[in-house]
C-alpha cells in the first residue's frame, strides 16, 4: 500500500484533537488532557515528516517536467542533478513517515527513576555499581540531562551496594529505557592479589516517573517515620530528623496480592521536600508495578530481545582484558570500553534504537 494511503484522514483527527484540547470539559479532565496532547504531538509529528515527503515527490515530478521538456542544455542539467537529489533523498523522507506512523512509547517522554544495585561479586560488584553511575552521570552531562540522588548504600571498599536516583531532561525515558538489565563486568579486581578475571555483575532498572493522576494512593494509608541523615553535610546532619521512611501496603490489581512497599528519602535537608519525593517515588514504584503485565504483554509478542522487559536478563558485557562491550540482545560489539565507561554510550543506544524500530515496522507491516 502507498504511504499516503496510511497517513489520509491523519489531518481531519489532528484538527479535531486540537479542537478538544481547547474544551473546558477535557482540560479539566487531566487524564484524558494528556492523553489527547500526547497523540496531538504524535500526529503533529506524523505529518511534519509527510509535508516533507510530499514536498520532495512534487519537486521531484517538477524537475522531471522540466528535464524532459526543455531545450537549453544548461536548464536540463540543473534539472537532472535536482532529480539525482531527490530520488537519493525520498527513500529517507519515506523511511521517516513509516516511523513516525509507528505508536509512540507513552512512556517516551517522561523523566525517570533509575536504580543500580550490586549483584553477585561482592565488593567487586559494588565496584562496579559505581563504575555504572558514573558512566551514566558522565552521558547525562553530554545529554542535558540532570539528576538528583535519592537515596544510597556505599560498598565496603568503596561503589555502591545500592544507588538511587532521578534523571530529568527531554525524552529522558525513551533515551535511557534499554538500559534495564543486568550488567557484568569481566576483570582482575584491585583486591586481586593472584592476578585473576572474575565475574561480576550489576543490575540497573529504569522507571518512567509516575504522575500523580496516573496512580490511585490512599494517602490516609501511609506510614510515615522520620530519623536523622547520616554523612557529610555540616552541623544540621544528625541533628535534625530530616530523613523521612514511608511503608505503604499495596495491592496488586493483576494478582490481588498485598505486598509492603518500604522508601527511604534522605534527598534534602528539609523533611516536607524529602516527604514530596517520596511520595513521586511511591507513584513511580506503584506505577512501574501495575503497568509490569503490559511490558510483558509486549515482550511476549516480539521477537527481538531488545523490549524484552525481563530485569533479570544478562544484557551487557563489560571486558576490561580486551577493552570490548558486548549488547548480548543484538549482537552489538566495540572496542572503546574505556571511552565507554567514560559516558560515551550513545552508539550502542542508537543501535538498541534501530533494532527496535526494524521489529517494529516489519510487525506494522509497513
Not at 214 to 222: A, L, Q, S, T
Not at 233 to 253: A, D, F, I
Not at 288 to 294: G, I, L, R
Not at 309 to 324: C, E, F, L, V
Request: include cysteine.
Amino acid at each position: 500500500m502507498d504511504i499516503l494511503q496510511k497517513i489520509e484522514g491523519l489531518e481531519g483527527k489532528f484538527h479535531e484533537i486540537n479542537l478538544l484540547l481547547t474544551d473546558p470539559a477535557v482540560i479539566a479532565d487531566q487524564l484524558r488532557y494528556v492523553r489527547l496532547n500526547r497523540e496531538y504531538h504524535d500526529l503533529e509529528r506524523v505529518l511534519q515528516a509527510t509535508n516533507r515527503y510530499k514536498q520532495a515527490v512534487v519537486e521531484l515530478a517538477s524537475a522531471k517536467e522540466v528535464f524532459f521538456h526543455e531545450s537549453d542544455p544548461e536548464m536540463k542539467e540543473l534539472a537532472r542533478e535536482e532529480i539525482d537529489s531527490l530520488e537519493a533523498q525520498i527513500p529517507a523522507l519515506e523511511e521517516d513517515v513509516k516511523l513516525q506512523l509507528l505508536p509512540q512509547d507513552p512512556e517516551d517522554g517522561k523523566n525517570v527513576v533509575m536504580e543500580i544495585r550490586s549483584g553477585t561479586g561482592g565488593d567487586e560488584a559494588a565496584l562496579f555499581a559505581g563504575d555504572l553511575f558514573r558512566m551514566y552521570t558522565k552521558y547525562f552531562e553530554v545529554k542535558g540531562f540532570k539528576y538528583t540522588v535519592s537515596s544510597f548504600s556505599e560498598g565496603a571498599v568503596g561503589g555502591y551496594k545500592e544507588i538511587i536516583f532521578n534523571v530529568t531532561g527531554q525524552n529522558v525515558y525513551g533515551t535511557l529505557k534499554y538500559e534495564s538489565g543486568v550488567h557484568r563486568v569481566q576483570r582482575v579486581p584491585a583486591t586481586e592479589t593472584q592476578g585473576r578475571l572474575h565475574t561480576s555483575a550489576a543490575t540497573v532498572a529504569v522507571l518512567p516517573e509516575a504522575d500523580e493522576f496516573e496512580v490511585h494512593i490512599n494517602e490516609g494509608e501511609i506510614k510515615w517515620e522520620t530519623f536523622r541523615s547520616g554523612g557529610a553535610g555540616g552541623q544540621n546532619v544528625n541533628k535534625v530528623e530530616s530523613g523521612v521512611r514511608l511503608r505503604y501496603m499495596w495491592k496488586n490489581p493483576n494478582t490481588g496480592e498485598v505486598q509492603e512497599i518500604l522508601i527511604e528519602c534522605t534527598e534534602t535537608r528539609d523533611q516536607p521536600k524529602n516527604k514530596e519525593r517520596a511520595l513521586a517515588r511511591l507513584r513511580t514504584q506503584i506505577y512501574d508495578k501495575e503497568h509490569q503485565k503490559y511490558i510483558d504483554d509486549i515482550a511476549s509478542r516480539r521477537k527481538t530481545m531488545v523490549s524484552t522487559g525481563d530485569r533479570s536478563a544478562k544484557i551487557r558485557t563489560y571486558n576490561y582484558p580486551q577493552g570490548r562491550i558486548t549488547d548480548h540482545r543484538i549482537g552489538y560489539t566495540v572496542y572503546n570500553l574505556a571511552a565507554f565507561m567514560d559516558g560515551d554510550i550513545q552508539g550502542v543506544i542508537d543501535a538498541l534504537t534501530v533494532a527496535e524500530n526494524a521489529e517494529r515496522l516489519k510487525e506494522a507491516n509497513l
